[in-house]
């Protein structure tokens, strides 16, 4: 068992979702819990995207 999905539909829905979360902490960035949500969300989306490129199918 992988840390990520083994298909692209499902990375995708991966990748978007964390990309959700980054926008939420990107347009709370004045806050202290929107800064810390803001970097775990962009830590999180390049791991996913970094994922989903290596996916074929």
Known sequence: ?????????????????????TFVGLVRCNTTWGQVVLVVGT?????????YKQLKH
Do not use: P
């Open 43 to 51: 830590a999180a989306s390049v791991w996913c995207w970094h994922c």
């Open 1 to 21: 068992m992988g840390l990520f999905v083994q298909n692209r539909r499902d990375g995708s829905r991966i990748l978007s979702s964390a990309i959700a979360i």
